[in-house]
């Protein structure tokens, strides 16, 4: 269920980013579905061998070079997926920018997170440790 959620929050988020870059647009819910979950399988799959493969150049730059991995990732998906569309590089960049901020701050607004445990409460004043050791 949680997995579906996230899936139709990604596919809304994606539908929401040609309001912030007019360079990006998607066609309908159909192709922001689709883009979605191709988008979250390359991402599960492909996306971590691109980190390893560059894990130099992403030193280099202090992690900064995973935004251009994941712009080469959303360009590649928007170069197969009809009815989505990036127009060049730079709109990718700043596209997979504002994709992952709408879906992160969609995700902690709608989907539940556990309750913490509940906390115990402090010792009464006259509790006596027996189990503390005195040096």
């Known amino acids: 269920?949680?997995?579906?959620?996230?899936?139709?929050?990604?596919?809304?988020s994606l539908l929401a980013v040609p309001y912030v870059l007019p360079s990006v647009s998607v066609?309908?819910?159909?192709?922001?579905?689709?883009?979605?979950?191709?988008?979250?399988?390359?991402?599960?799959?492909?996306?971590?061998?691109?980190?390893?493969?560059?894990?130099?150049?992403?030193?280099?730059?202090?992690?900064?070079?995973?935004?251009?991995i994941n712009a080469l990732l959303f360009w590649f998906v928007a170069s197969f997926v009809q009815g989505f569309h990036v127009a060049g590089f730079w709109s990718a960049f700043w596209g997979a920018l504002a994709y992952s901020v709408i879906s992160s701050f969609a995700s902690w607004l709608l989907i539940p997170r556990p309750a913490a445990p509940p906390r115990q409460p402090p010792p009464p004043a006259d509790y006596i440790d027996s189990t503390s050791r005195r040096l």
Request: glycine residues 6%.
């Open 1 to 12: 269920m949680r997995l579906l959620l996230v899936w139709l929050i990604n596919a809304l």
């Open 27 to 68: 066609g309908s819910l159909y192709a922001a579905l689709v883009t979605a979950l191709v988008l979250g399988l390359l991402n599960t799959l492909i996306r971590p061998l691109l980190v390893l493969v560059t894990l130099p150049i992403t030193i280099l730059t202090l992690g900064l070079f995973t935004l251009v």
